[in-house]
């Protein structure tokens, strides 16, 4: 299984990395259409461009690779961002509607998924076609999670720290109900995937916006530098550990 599997076990690390790929993904994604004044739709093509290169590499190799799977995971974090904002911002139709268009299209392939294979398990992985409608499932969860963010802290209000506590809160119960109860770790892992990604796109916010707006006001370019240092560790840490556990 290991050497035929292509996707990245469930573990501790593999939640912190998902949260800072999702905080670099929102980050990144604003520095593109906002700081660099490129707008939306000319995000969604560079974001759009890099998914799809990096997605073929990942889909032509045999096994698990710990840096190309983390390169795919921020790629639909950073298209997932720029496709939300085009969305909400762009079609305008909202936080609210983007929200619930994004969860249709990750229950629809969450159905589909379910449909063709009698689960939803996402290790070990190996088929191709089991593997596309795994990065469908997680680009829809992530540009879902950006939208779901959003509306958290701008239409209800919340504000950027309040809105990353309740999602963190949340995901933490997520944590204590695989661990503690027999709910079904399927369906738990979908949904702590799903509330990682607001929690990393309203800790990206409070991060680049300004402090009128109750942000730390670092930028988006340097948050986005801060979140790629980390993840940099993360990889090195993972590759290793992955390297120990099969040798």
């Known amino acids: 299984m290991r050497t035929a599997n292509k996707v990245a076990a469930v573990s501790i690390l593999f939640w912190l990395m998902?949260?800072?790929?999702?905080?670099?993904?929102?980050?990144?994604?604003?520095f593109i259409s906002m700081t660099l004044h490129?707008?939306?739709?000319?995000?969604?093509?560079?974001?759009?461009a890099f998914f799809i290169l990096i997605l073929s590499v990942q889909l032509t190799l045999k096994k698990y690779s710990p840096?190309?799977?983390?390169?795919?995971?921020?790629?639909?974090?950073?298209?997932?961002?720029e496709i939300?904002?085009?969305i909400d911002r762009t079609l305008h139709t909202g936080y609210l509607?983007?929200?619930?268009?994004?969860?249709?299209?990750?229950?629809?392939?969450?159905?589909?998924?379910?449909?063709?294979?009698?689960?939803l398990e996402v290790y070990p992985i190996f088929e191709r076609n089991k593997e596309f409608?795994?990065?469908?499932?997680?680009?829809?969860?992530?540009?879902?999670?950006?939208a779901f963010g959003d509306f958290l802290s701008d239409n209800l209000g919340l504000g950027y720290m309040t809105g990353a506590c309740i999602t963190g809160v949340i995901i933490l119960i997520v944590v204590l109900l695989h661990y503690f109860t027999k709910i079904n770790h399927v369906l738990?892992?979908?949904?702590?995937f799903v509330f990682t990604r607001p929690f990393g796109a309203t800790f990206g916010d409070l991060l680049t916006k300004p402090l009128a707006k109750g942000g730390l006001d670092l930028g988006t370019m340097n948050a986005s530098l801060v979140s790629l240092l980390l993840m940099v560790i993360m990889?090195?840490?993972?590759?290793?550990k992955y390297r120990e556990t099969s040798s």
Do not use: C, H, P
């Open 67 to 81: 840096s190309v799977y983390w390169l795919v995971i921020i790629g639909t974090t950073t298209l997932g961002t």
């Open 97 to 119: 509607m983007g929200s619930l268009i994004l969860l249709s299209g990750l229950l629809i392939s969450l159905f589909l998924w379910n449909k063709r294979y009698g689960n």
């Open 235 to 240: 990889i090195f840490i993972s590759q290793r």
């Open 133 to 146: 409608y795994y990065w469908g499932a997680i680009l829809f969860s992530n540009s879902l999670g950006t």
């Open 188 to 192: 738990l892992f979908w949904i702590a």
């Open 38 to 48: 490129l707008g939306y739709t000319m995000g969604i093509f560079i974001t759009l």
């Open 18 to 30: 998902k949260i800072v790929a999702t905080t670099l993904g929102e980050t990144l994604g604003d």
């Open 84 to 86: 939300s904002d085009f």
